[in-house]
């Protein structure tokens, strides 16, 4: 397997401009000829089906959801990021790429996040021309907030709402589609294989949720923009029904997975509250622009109520450790010091994993009725779930799985190693490197949807001749199906006693304490012991009642569980061979004497992209190697 | 620290669309005050996995109130008896210990049952192809800040966009009309200054569409407010209405051809 | 399904009638029910006339059949009858595609928002409507009158509050208009699309203001009769 990355040379502000103008164009007549599959329906698909279909290809969208208006972009709360200099602060799009390349802990791939940090700009003027109501100042202009990793506001927002906002103008575009007859949309069907002739991507088979019904369709390429697979961790801030299948299908298929073991573990959300907990609730990281964190000094003063701890013996560590940044440190370095205050004993609530997050400075300085307009839907989102008034008591928040920067590899048109296959958004493994900054993954979807993918689909597509795609009783699509076919009958027919959940939640409990904030050796090997034992107990005591030829949500939810239980070993794998720290991934033997992150630059300034090698086999790990031509190598201080 | 406590459940239970369905009373036992809605049917489920008996389907997601996929009718009320709160993210604590809780679907001709508690809300998503957008491709827009939008435009039209397209409406509406979620889009768009160039055809379009999915009409019985979690007002669909007059007392068919539906 | 397999109505329903469609239905109901509520409150207060005696009240009925050369009183007739036809034209097909819209209903439906008023307008209408015909064939014909005069509608009017069935019916159906009103009002309101914040109690307070003084002058009529007030 050869990792091309494909990037345009010339000077970094160049590439993308110079790009565009060397991929091939699709004759405007030709256009209708070509069909293109977008699995997925979140910012990045339904931006792509959308635009893709605007110029005249004609497109299939799919979703598991019931309506495309409800991929999980929507539970997106913050912001969206641009280099729009709006606040007259400094900001840039070098400064956006530069941050964004330090954010993530010199791991991504300079070209690409240039390309984003060049169209964040055009997003939001896309999304404002759509009807996205962005919060706005007095005078009409957009207003903007700050987030963690930047020292500039350029986050722009819609109340604690943004994804949904950005996703029904995303959704909206594309009905608007739908309606014209140029997007087939089919929800509730859930992707289960790709379908490779030649060892290029010539369509998917899906799962009619509601029936059963398993049907292949075939297309001139197709495009993966699947979201991300953090609820390997079982608990996560991603929706109950988000899953790796589509990309561990195409992994299977011959597309290298990068990065597996890069996963974001958010700062703030709400904490566990007991074992039948079922996901876990982000609380925005803009809270972090007002709110200030804290532990009690001592371990004795943890079971007392907050009110009752005086300001001389509240510890305020992000402000201590990094008063540069302060409360707005990056979400790694955050959520591993809240670790380390609670492994010190310091943590507060009901299970002492939790800090806390006082508002009450910011409460007194502008007001209740400030701070209401600015975070109102999260305070009562808070007060719902855990019953207590953050506007009287500190919130109490722990950090939770919440991103993966890992995803298919893909090169800088967003192809992966599969020709044909595209792979947009979380899915993918781009731009973020070791460690994604806030507001920029809304941007990366976005970006990869509305205005990369328009332009590469179509140097791709140029190079097929239009109607030559496969016949729907291509042997190769039977075998597809047959393939899909074979799995749900084998998931059917365990009969055992336990519960798809039951096995998640062990596979989760493995993640987080072995693969999770913090990682190393030992605990690595145990959990790749550990794995395949539940994995094993998984194929041979699961029950699913029902049947697979009708709506089945046990079935549904055990195929993802049993990608997960892959999924994870992948993850420890990487996690393991990457012998080093860097961003979200924390290998407790690389670290400085203040427990910061060590970076190895000389061994692993590398993407590792991984290749399946069959059933049984060890995956080989492939390098793509980083160079950092315009941001140079150093460690990363937010002191 | 909380009690656990034991509920009875009478959930409706319905193989598919084509099937009757009925009542079936479930036990739910050792619930924790802290548990979500949907946490607590969870285990109500894995029990029945665990016996060999279908789960109860239901429609869920992000389980923060977001998405808009929960959608159930918990007592009478469509997602339950807390004002402004979706089913998941309804607690326990609502409860009480010996408390039976009925269960059903969203109820509409419109919405037709797909299993149990799930339902088909594709006519919303049709009622938004039909007119719900600003038509405007990719790549056409000028800078952002380049029409500046009062305050209050922006806030209005955010108000209404907050709309997750739950359905919840359309359930408490005694004659299951669609107008407070049709209304919130009009809004959405309408506060705006993008959205005047199609503000009367995108009505014309989208009453015509909600009227082809046979949803009721709006008798302002005021249920719909108040089952909406997301605190959409009535006054949406007085303006909708205001607009409708307008786009149809000026109608006049296109002079030239083309258009299409937008 | 997936939403490709249903049509979406597009450019050749955007052209449908007005009246075809649910919220122009809904708007030829609000335009019907205020000239009859414009109507039944103009109606009230020339009946206030009876309070003044028989002279007072013949003579007003004198003038109604009179002006316009004997023309307006027809001129009113056709309004008015148009107005029923189509205020019932539209309530019946409206509450027919209402109840259609949910086949099957809930186990028990808790309401939190309506009222009984909303909730019972189908049928207060419906009790409208007769106690309308037989309004008209008791006072304005006679065909039910057990003594009518043509000449004198003041004796008419007296002497038909003295049958207290005729007295009681007349009640019921005034405290229908009532709950027919105080919704009516204030939705007609909304279905012209009048709402706004600042206004929005006034809405509320105008439509129970209206009602309580058509409603409460109305039935003080019989009662006057049946107390011997009016004689
Ligand atoms: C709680 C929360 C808050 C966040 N807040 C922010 C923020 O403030 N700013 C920010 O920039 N980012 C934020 N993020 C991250 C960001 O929301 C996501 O990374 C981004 O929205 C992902 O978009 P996507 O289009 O790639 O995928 P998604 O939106 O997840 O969409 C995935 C799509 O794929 C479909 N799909 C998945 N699997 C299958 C399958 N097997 N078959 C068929 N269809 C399938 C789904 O139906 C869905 O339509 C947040 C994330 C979370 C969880
Ligand atoms: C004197 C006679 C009547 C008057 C003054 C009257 C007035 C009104 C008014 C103003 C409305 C509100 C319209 C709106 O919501 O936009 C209304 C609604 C309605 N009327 Fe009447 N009406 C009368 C007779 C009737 C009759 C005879 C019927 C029945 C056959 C009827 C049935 C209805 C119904 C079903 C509604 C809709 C319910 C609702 O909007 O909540 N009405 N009426
Ligand atoms: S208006 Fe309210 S109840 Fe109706 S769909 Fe929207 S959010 Fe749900
Ligand atoms: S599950 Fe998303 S709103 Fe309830």
Sequence with gaps: MELKSKIPDGPIDKKWEKHKFDLKLVNPANKRKYKVLVVGSGLAGGAAAASMAELGYEVECFCYQDSPRRAHSIAAQGGINAAKNYQNDGDSVYRLFYDTVKGGDFRAREANVHRLAEVSNNIIDQCVAQGVPFAREYGGLLDNRSFGGAQVSRTFYARGQTGQQLLIGAYQALERQIGLGKVKMFPRHEMLEVIVVDGVAKGIVVRDMVTGEVTSHVADAVCLATGGYGNVFYLSTNAKGCNGTAVWRAYKKGAAFANPCFTQIHPTCIPVTGDHQSKLTLMSESLRNDGRIWVPKRKEDCGKPASEIPEEDRDYYLERKYPSYGN????????RAAKQVCDEGRGV?????????????????????????????????????????????????FPASHYTMGGLWVDY?????????????????????????GASALMQGLADGYFVIPYTIGGYLAGIKPGTRIKADDPAVKAAEQAVNDRTDKLMSIGGKETPTHFHRELGKVMWEMCGMGRNEAGLKKALELIPQIREEFWKNLRIPGSGNDLNQSLEAAGRVADFLEIGELMCLDALERRESCGGHFREEWQTEEGEALRDDENFAHVAAWEYKGEGQAPVRHTEQLTFENVHLATRSYK | MSKHFNLTLHVWRQKNAKCDGKFVEYPAENISPDMSFLEMLDVVNEGLIRKGEEP???DHDCREGICGTCSMVINGRPHGPRERTTTC???????????????????????????????????FDRIIAAGGFISVPTGSPQDANALPIPKESADLSMDAAA?????????????????????????????????????????????????????????????????????IKMENIARMNRDFIKASLTYRPATTSGGGAG | MSVAEQSIAGAEARGHGFLASSVGRKVVMAATGVILFGFVTVHMLGNLTSYMGAEAMNHYAQFLRTMVHGMGIWVFRAVLLTAVGLHIWAATTLTLDNMAARPVGYRNQQNVASTWASRTMRWSGVILAAFIIYHLLHLTTGTVHPNFDHANPYANFVNGFKVPAAA??????????????????WSCTQSFGLAHPRYNSLRRNFATGLTVLVV?????????????FIH
């Design chain 1, 328 to 335: 707005l440190a990056p979400r790694d370095v955050s959520s």
């Design chain 1, 349 to 397: 609530g009901p299970t002492r994993l939790g800090v806390y997050l006082d508002f009450s400075d910011a409460i007194n300085r502008l007001g209740a009725a400030k701070i209401e307009e600015k975070y109102g839907n999260l305070f009562e989102m808070y007060e719902r779930i855990t019953d207590e008034n953050p506007y009287k008591t500190p919130m109490r928040i």
């Design chain 1, 413 to 437: 048109n967003l192809m992966s190693t599969i020709p044909g296959l595209f792979v947009l958004g979380e899915a993918n493994f781009s731009d973020h490197g070791a460690n994604r900054l």
């Design chain 2, 56 to 58: 109860i389907a239901f």
């Design chain 2, 89 to 123: 993210q309804l607690h326990m604590r609502s409860f009480k210990d010996g408390d039976s809780i009925t269960l059903e679907p969203w109820r509409a001709e419109a919405f037709p049952v797909i299993k149990d508690l799930m339902v088909d809300r594709g006519a």
């Design chain 2, 163 to 231: 709309c997750i397209g739950c359905g919840a409406c359309v359930a408490a509406c005694p004659n299951a009309s669609a107008m407070l979620f049709v209304s919130a889009k009009i809004s959405h768009l309408g506060h705006l200054p993008q959205g005047q160039p199609e503000r009367y055809l995108r009505v014309r379009d989208m009453i015509a569409q909600m009227d082809a999915e046979e949803f009721g009409t709006c008798t302002n019985h005021g249920e719909c407010e108040a089952a909406c979690p997301k605190g």
């Design chain 3, 168 to 185: 009681g019916f007349y009640i019921v159906a005034q405290l229908c208009l009532g709950l027919h009103m105080w919704h009516g009002v």
């Design chain 3, 216 to 228: 409460g002058v109305n039935i003080s009529y019989p009662i006057a009769v049946l107390t011997g």
